[in-house]
Nanobody, 122 residues
Framework: QVQLVESGGGLVQAGGSLRLSCAAS????????MGWFRQAPGKEREFVAA????????YYADSVKGRFTISRDNAKNTVYLQMNSLQPEDTAVYYC???????????????WGQGTQVTVSS
């Protein structure tokens, strides 16, 4: 079992920045691909970003490319999402997820956190 706990959400003005963190339990954190997803009110959950177990490869949704950066610190069992130039359309509950085995970076995640709210005001 892997437990994931997100933090760092909040209210920010358009153009501002936030950094989300996701702390994971377990001794094999570096073997999991990690992803961030988000779900806005009335919409389906969508992929935001992912990082490979080593941190060498990263993937982004087109909507956040160039504004968001995913990274991980395997010594701290933590994955981060740095979000810059935030816009009202980024408002959502953000979830981190862990993938034990999989071939897709945007689907097939096995463990999920509870989510953290990000609200961007205009």
């Amino acid at each position: 079992q892997v437990q994931l706990v997100e933090s760092g959400g909040g209210l920010v003005q358009a153009g501002g920045s936030l950094r989300l963190s996701c702390a994971a339990s377990g001794r094999t954190f570096s073997s999991y691909a990690m992803g961030w997803f988000r779900q806005a009110p009335g919409k389906e959950r969508e992929f935001v970003a992912a990082v490979s177990g080593s941190g060498a490869r990263t993937y982004y949704a087109d909507s956040v490319k160039g504004r968001f950066t995913i990274s991980r610190d395997n010594a701290k069992n933590t994955v981060y999402l740095q979000m810059n130039s935030l816009q009202p359309e980024d408002t959502a509950v953000y979830y981190c997820a862990a993938q034990v085995l999989g071939s897709s970076y945007s689907t097939g995640y096995d463990y999920w956190g509870q989510g953290t709210q990000v609200t961007v005001s205009s």
